[in-house]
């Protein structure tokens, strides 16, 4: 119903924000910024979240000679590694990350590993639980000076202290050797983010190889030296160098890898060389090495050796694929007019899928995350497909999604392919260029990368169904129980929920930062600078709020806090809604309305029933002598002197105040209640007597004074019918039940079935057996019709 009241100054006053009767807030300020939880800035890393003026960080340059045995899966290296410490600190040793320790047999990963057995499982869930028959650890067969004396050193799981002659004092640098071997896991048994994978069929093996030598571990003004052990959740931490690669593979087998291939006159063929030049033209992908002779290939077994070498400069890590099997195809690009060479290398269980869809995909990616990050400076982009389902290192990623036998695929496979090429392709600015700490942090490469990949994905074609980025595919794991979630900052190998916690969830967050809190523009611009500023550099999280906050201008402490560091929800709601009107004093206006409302006002049952019941009355039908000036009196007849105060109480008020006051102004009183914890911006929609809608946006602040309930007075020129908050689902609200006012009923949806059906085929199949049902042409003749 309509209330009235009278417009006065205090009243207005009151309409000119949110009501002044309102409670304090009840525990934790969500809007205290982000003191203790963030570090300390100094000269190192500033408060406005850029590197700082003595900023520092070591590198490590390799050159490094690999075999591979085809035989027995094994590895044999030996590198030599130049350590320089540009740090301020004297260092009495260094920290190697031996990764490849997580398949040793007395592995902390092993032994921390925990589960529950099932009635039912299958052989290859129990190898994976016991690991038993497998070490693929690192050997390591000698640690020396360059040319010089042997140095001590010590293997703690994943680790190794390389124990200094004397301090590495800064500005100064250190060669040595190391000497090792180890044996590659199966992946389709083991997992893990290296491996090989074998096909029957033809009995040939493919090698995605990664984590194959000793690293260095990264020594930084922040944990000095980064040696967490690899249990392997939390990822890598890696400084930048140069590497120089030689691979040596069986002759026969075709070597993709980080960096550029130094010396293809020796590996490739006359012909391959001659498509790869093409490639570097080419409006669509040139195939280097086609089916057919990756088919061919498969049917023998060369007995001799070829080494395939690759450099590749200021990289963090390298990364290798080796196999007879496969094709490989390539197209240049250009970044900012620096060329690069977008290229795929798979077997030919790939297609047609791959041959179509993966280097169009890398190629689309870098031009993508080169226009909103930083330009991509890398020579060479890869994408190589094996049963590795999604791993990313520079210039080179494995990717699963692979066709059906008979090359027929579903539209989700389509697209997951795409979407795992984006995404992996994509780390290479997250984190192999804006170089995070993964082995702390894992949502600032996974996180932001999935966003990047939201957006990519939505420039690869309309109405993409990207998996994750909306607010409303983050609405089940939100609202779930908070014993199943953990905040977003927690460390890699604690987290819960990986894929929800690391990738989707912060994901969301920054896409509700660029959609609703901050705008599309002043986002835009701040995420860029984050990545221009941390380009080849290792970032924290405070390093990425306060750039956020510093290059936009707008204050997200209350956004950080809630999204990141806790694991409360949004839910909004709105509680009730009050109407008023003006009242005109107008006699005539007001005692109108007041029949109108009379009149509208519903009969009770008792009044509806008597109409029918009761035939006569007292005074209306037997004696209507008994009325009197009551029965002809009208209340709301608008008497003279009525009329004559009116005209009194217009004389008293200015033209602008008498313009207010016949303007029939509508004003909602609206109470809004925050039953999630989270503090978010309100996005009020307003339905209209006439069907159309405005949609208001109230910044999050106006929860700072009372993070649980506020209220709010909307005033409108046309009479209101329904308010709605968060329309558009953008802030990823977990009860749409309590958005709208009046409440809105919203069906559920049930399945009825009979019997279990088996497995539909897919889309592709069927129309390839409609095909063949079809009757067959018999010669050259036409059955019918025009062709």
């Known amino acids: 119903m309509r209330l009235r009241f009278l417009l006065t100054a205090a009243v207005a006053a009151l309409l ?7 409670s304090t807030n009840s525990g934790t300020d969500k809007f205290a910024q982000l003191g203790t939880e963030l570090p300390t800035p100094n000269t190192y890393r500033t408060a406005s979240g850029a590197p700082g003026a003595d900023y520092w960080q070591q590198r490590a340059d390799y050159n490094i000679r690999v075999t591979l045995n085809d035989e027995n899966q094994s590895i044999t290296g030996a590198e030599d590694i130049t350590y320089t410490n540009l740090s301020p600190d004297k260092l009495t040793y260094l920290w190697l990350q031996l990764d490849a320790n997580i398949y040793a047999p007395n592995s902390m990963t092993a032994a921390t590993q925990t589960g529950e057995l099932q009635d039912r499982m299958s052989f290859r869930a129990l190898e994976y639980m016991a690991r038993t028959g497998f070490d693929g650890s690192f050997k390591i067969d000698d640690v020396r000076l360059k040319g010089g004396k042997t140095l001590p050193y010590t293997v703690n799981y994943t680790m190794m202290r390389v124990d200094l002659p004397q301090p590495l004092a800064p500005k100064q ?5 190391v000497k090792w071997h180890y044996n590659v896991n199966d992946h389709l048994k083991l997992g893990g983010r290296s491996g090989f994978e074998f096909f029957p069929e033809d009995k040939n093996y493919l090698y995605e190889i990664a984590q ?11 944990n000095g030296w980064q040696h967490k052990q690899f249990l392997g959740g939390g990822e890598f931490t890696l400084p930048f160098g140069d590497y120089r690669v030689a691979i040596t593979a069986p002759a026969d087998h075709v070597v993709g890898a980080t960096g550029t291939l130094q010396n293809p006159d020796q590996v490739l063929t006359a012909t391959q060389r001659k498509r790869l030049d093409q490639a570097k033209n080419a409006k669509k992908p040139v195939v280097i090495v086609t089916q057919a002779e990756a088919t061919q290939a498969e049917k023998t077994r060369a007995k001799g050796t070829k080494t395939w070498v690759f450099a590749a400069k200021n990289v963090r890590d390298f990364a290798w694929a080796s196999s007879r099997k496969f094709i490989w195809d390539a197209m240049g690009i250009t970044i900012e007019g620096k060329p690069v060479m977008t290229m795929s290398y798979y077997p030919k269980e790939g297609n047609p899928l791959w041959g179509q869809y993966s280097t169009e995909s890398v190629a689309h990616t870098l031009k993508v995350y080169s226009r909103m990050t930083v330009p991509y400076q890398y020579p060479v982009a890869i994408s190589v497909h094996g049963n ?26 389509k697209y997951g392919l795409i979407s795992v090429v984006i995404h992996e392709v994509g780390h290479n600015f997250f984190p192999m260029i804006i170089n995070s700490d993964e082995r702390q942090w894992t949502w600032m490469d996974e996180g932001l990368n999935t966003f990047m990949q939201y957006l990519t994905e939505q420039e690869w074609e309309r109405g993409y169904p990207s998996r994750r980025g909306e607010p409303r595919q983050i609405v089940d794991y939100m609202r779930a129980n908070p014993n199943v979630q953990n905040p977003i900052m927690t460390n890699s190998e604690s987290i819960l929920q990986l894929g929800n916690n690391a990738y989707a969830k912060p994901a969301t967050a920054l896409n509700i930062l660029r959609e609703t809190v901050m705008g599309r523009e002043l986002f835009d611009y701040a995420f860029k600078e984050y990545a221009r500023r941390w380009a080849y550099k290792h970032p924290t999280p405070a390093d990425f709020f306060r750039t956020m906050e510093d290059a936009s201008g707008v204050d997200l402490d209350w956004f950080w806090r809630g999204w ?39 009969q009770s049952l008792s009044q509806q029933r008597n109409l029918q019941a009761i035939k006569k009355t007292l005074v209306d039908d037997e004696k209507p002598e008994l009325k009197d ?57 307003m339905t209209y007597e006439d069907g159309k809608q405005e949609v ?35 802030t990823a609200d977990t009860d749409l039940s309590n958005n709208a006012f009046p409440r809105k009923l919203a069906p559920s949806r049930f399945e009825l079935f009979q019997q279990q059906q088996p497995a539909p085929q897919n889309p592709m199949q069927q129309q390839r057996n409609v095909s063949s049902q079809q009757p067959q042409q018999v010669g050259g003749g036409s059955t019918g019709g025009t062709n």
């Open 629 to 685: 000036f009551y029965n002809r009196y009208d209340p709301l007849a608008a008497t003279a002197a009525d009329k004559a105060k009116y005209q009194q109480y217009l004389a008293g008020l200015s033209p602008e105040q008498r313009e207010t006051l016949n303007k029939g102004l509508n004003f909602y009183q609206v109470n809004f209640r925050n039953l999630g914890g989270l503090v978010m911006p309100l996005v009020v929609q």
């Open 564 to 602: 990141f560091y806790t694991t409360e929800r949004t839910d909004l709601a709105i509680e009730d809604v009050q109407w008023y009107k003006v009242d005109s004093k107008n006699p005539e206006i007001e005692n109108a309305r007041r029949r109108e409302e009379l009149n509208a006002a519903p």
């Open 696 to 730: 208001v946006n109230i910044p999050a602040e106006i929860w700072r004074k009372n993070n649980e309930q506020v209220t709010k007075v909307f005033i409108t020129e046309k009479p209101v019918v329904a308010f709605t908050l968060d329309p558009y689902l953008q």
């Open 388 to 413: 590795i389902g999604g791993m990313e290192y520079p210039m080179l990623c494995f990717n699963g999604f692979r066709p059906e036998k008979d090359g027929t695929y579903t539209a989700a496979l």
């Open 212 to 222: 194959f030598y000793p690293r260095m571990a990264v020594y930084d003004d922040v």
């Open 16 to 22: 000119a924000g949110p009501l002044a009767a309102q």
């Open 173 to 177: 640098s250190i060669t040595f050797s």
